[in-house]
């Protein structure tokens, strides 16, 4: 039973194109996340979401836009897709009230041709 | 802002000895978290270990266990007994309490090899 879930696995897609990538979590946190790790493993925040209200927007181009129809989701739709947006994308989620572990979902990896 | 450092970008060990990997991070906060992730080659981010910075007592899961150095800024992961599955990337990462989220930032990873 899988706490962070994120469909598609695997994305490829060609430039231009608009793709949206799902995430929920069973874990009842209140705060979710999209992470993107680029060709060199590197994980930077994109967004963070507590209860629906928007906490982090990092910068990130405004083709990103992510939306929380309640707290136990939050998807990330991509307009427009370019070349620079092939990475791996994980979502994730955490409960203030505990502890700040951050339990991350298994990853999106986009392909953009 | 936070910054975490992990200088090794790459590490070897023989099955069944023990490894320690390096991450040094810089903050202004008085109050954080450090944690260890691992990521095989599935990709999956899977929490190793977790410190919280209030705590002198260094923490410890099974065979893995950390040297947390607060005055150093220093956060070490030893893995004891390495075992062909502890092959993975390593993240080393830090946390700070904000109201309604929190901003986790990464190391740039340890590729750890681990030699039958």
């Known amino acids: 039973d899988t706490a962070v879930s994120q469909t598609p696995k695997y994305l490829v897609t060609q430039m231009g194109n608009d793709k949206s990538i799902k995430c929920e979590q069973n874990?009842?946190?209140?705060?979710m996340y999209w992470y993107k790790q680029d060709s060199k493993k590197f994980l930077k925040i994109m967004f963070s979401y507590n209860n629906k209200e928007l906490i982090i927007n990092e910068t990130v181009p405004n083709r990103f836009s992510p939306k929380s129809p309640d707290k136990a989701h939050l998807n990330l739709h991509i307009n427009s897709l370019e070349l620079g947006d092939s990475a791996v994308y994980f979502c994730?989620?955490?409960?203030?009230?505990?502890?700040?572990?951050?339990?991350f979902g298994e990853g999106s990896w986009l392909t953009v041709v | 802002a936070q910054t975490v450092t992990q200088s090794q970008p790459e590490m070897s060990v023989q099955e069944a000895e023990t490894v320690t990997l390096s991450c040094t991070y810089d903050t202004s906060e008085s109050d954080y978290y450090l944690f260890w992730y691992k990521q095989p080659p599935s990709r999956q981010m899977i929490l190793v270990i977790r410190?919280?910075?209030?705590?002198?007592q260094n923490a410890t899961e099974n065979r893995f266990s950390v040297n947390f150095q607060k005055a150093a800024k220093s956060f070490s992961l030893k893995i004891s007994d390495s075992q062909l599955g502890d092959a993975a990337m390593y993240f080393c990462?830090?946390?700070?309490?904000?109201?309604?989220?929190?901003?986790?930032?990464f190391g740039t990873g340890t590729r750890l090899t681990v030699i039958p």
């Open positions: 994730a989620s955490s409960d203030e009230t505990w502890d700040l572990t951050i339990y």
């Open positions: 874990l009842g946190h209140d705060t």
């Open positions: 990462a830090q946390a700070c309490p904000q109201t309604g989220a929190n901003n986790l930032f």
């Open positions: 410190q919280e910075a209030y705590k002198q």
